[in-house]
């Protein structure tokens, strides 16, 4: 019960970007074209939950907040849930489930390949999310499927690039914190590697 009320606030906190869209959307405040809106808004909040995502692990060994670690899942499965938002919009409102249409859109135009590539990296993420994925895939196995994310960020970053073309200040802020993100953990997996090679090589004590 604690735990859930400790998480309460952030699941809530997570759910306003929904909770704006419904309201602006039922008061016609979604400008000229509303299904472009809706798309904007969720395929931005996706990529900005990703960040938060992978901004925790480096956030927990500057501060030593463990706590942290706590929220990742949930922001991982919100990325995937406003990916979805993102992608039903496109198929839904914008494409009408016209299947041949969206393949051929697919193929045609390169920033939705690389969007549909980001989403589909997703789905594995979020279907092992649970402690029942880690006990079966294995840790080893299971963090490296989940370092999928990274990749699934970066092809968000470029999809975000290739579909704004002329300013791309945004899509490039986001592509630093990325690479920012990604340095740290680079810079934590080689600084602690010798130390950890020097916890296996201690020698023992001499007896006497």
Same mark, same amino acid.
């Given at each position: ?46 990529? &900005? ?17 463990? *706590? ?49 590539? *980001? ?27 989940? &370092?999928?994310?990274?990749?699934? *960020? ?40 010798? *130390?950890?090679? &020097? &916890? ?9």
């Amino acid at each position: 019960m604690k735990r859930f009320l400790q998480k309460a606030p952030v699941f809530a906190a997570c759910l306003l970007p929904l909770a704006w869209l419904i309201w602006a959307g039922l008061a016609n405040g979604l400008g000229a074209n509303p299904i472009s809106e809706i798309t904007k808004q969720t395929g931005t909040w996706t990529l &900005r939950f990703l960040v938060l995502t992978l901004a925790i692990t480096p956030l927990r060994r500057l501060t030593g907040w463990n *706590a942290l670690v706590r929220y990742r899942r949930m922001l991982g499965l919100f990325a995937f849930f406003y990916g979805t938002l993102h992608l039903t919009t496109y198929v839904w409102l914008d494409q009408f489930f016209d299947a041949a249409h969206i393949v051929k859109d697919v193929m045609k135009r390169p920033f939705i390949t690389v969007g549909f590539t *980001a989403f589909v990296l997703m789905v594995p993420l979020a279907l092992t999310s649970t402690a029942a994925s880690i006990r079966r895939l294995g840790g080893r196995r299971w963090q490296a499927l989940h &370092r999928l994310v990274y990749l699934s *960020a970066a092809l968000g970053v470029v999809h975000y690039w290739w579909l704004v073309k002329a300013d791309v200040s945004r899509p490039l802020a986001y592509g630093t914190i990325l690479a920012v993100l990604l340095g740290a953990r680079l810079a934590y997996r080689f600084l602690a590697a010798p *130390a950890a090679g &020097r &916890r296996l090589v201690q020698p023992r004590p001499r007896s006497a």
